[in-house]
């Protein structure tokens, strides 16, 4: 099972997992809640493309080869569930860069691939508000 849904004709999604017993979402997959500890109580969740900031920094020295700076965050989605995303669309330096910034999920091919050639969808977020996207004037 993949945490990246690719529907034939819809937009990708992410799905995560949601608790029978106590309502927490899980944005990974587990054989038990994290949070009651229950068994046999998790199902399939769709969940939200969008959410807020609820921590970030920005990386400015990194490996060999892996482009800075960037942004990396954590992201609390609406309706439940915290994934940890790279901020992209967005100049590292903006300060509109802020806990319970409203952000949208996206996704894009990886850029590598496998062996074999396969090819990975990943994702991100970028602002809701397109005026603090990169490259847009406000």
Same mark, same amino acid.
Request: charged share 20%; with cysteine.
């Given at each position: 099972?993949?945490? #990246?849904?690719?529907?034939?004709? /819809?937009? &990708? =999604?992410?799905?995560?997992?949601?608790?029978?017993?106590?309502?927490?979402? @899980? *944005?990974?997959? $587990?054989?038990?809640?994290?949070?009651?500890?229950?068994?046999?109580?998790? %199902? &399939?969740?769709?969940? %939200? %493309? *969008?959410?807020?900031?609820?921590? =970030?920094?920005?990386?400015? $020295? %990194? =490996? &060999?080869?892996?482009?800075?700076?960037?942004?990396? @965050? #954590?992201?609390?989605?609406?309706?439940?569930?915290?994934?940890?995303?790279?901020?992209?669309? #967005?100049? /590292?330096?903006?300060?509109?860069?802020?806990?319970?910034?409203?952000?949208?999920? #996206?996704?894009?091919? @990886?850029?590598?691939?496998?062996?074999?050639?396969?090819?990975?969808?990943?994702? /991100?977020?970028? &602002?809701?508000?397109? *005026?603090? $996207? /990169?490259?847009?004037?406000?």
């Amino acid at each position: 099972d993949h945490l #990246i849904k690719l529907p034939e004709h /819809a937009q &990708p =999604f992410r799905e995560g997992q949601l608790c029978a017993h106590c309502d927490y979402v @899980a *944005t990974d997959k $587990r054989i038990a809640c994290p949070a009651c500890h229950g068994r046999n109580c998790l %199902s &399939p969740k769709k969940l %939200s %493309s *969008t959410g807020k900031v609820l921590a =970030f920094t920005v990386v400015r $020295r %990194s =490996f &060999p080869g892996l482009p800075v700076p960037f942004i990396s @965050a #954590i992201v609390a989605l609406d309706g439940g569930g915290d994934i940890k995303v790279n901020l992209e669309n #967005i100049d /590292a330096d903006n300060a509109a860069i802020a806990v319970g910034l409203p952000v949208e999920l #996206i996704y894009h091919k @990886a850029p590598w691939g496998d062996a074999q050639g396969n090819e990975y969808m990943v994702y /991100a977020v970028q &602002p809701v508000d397109k *005026t603090l $996207r /990169a490259g847009v004037a406000a």
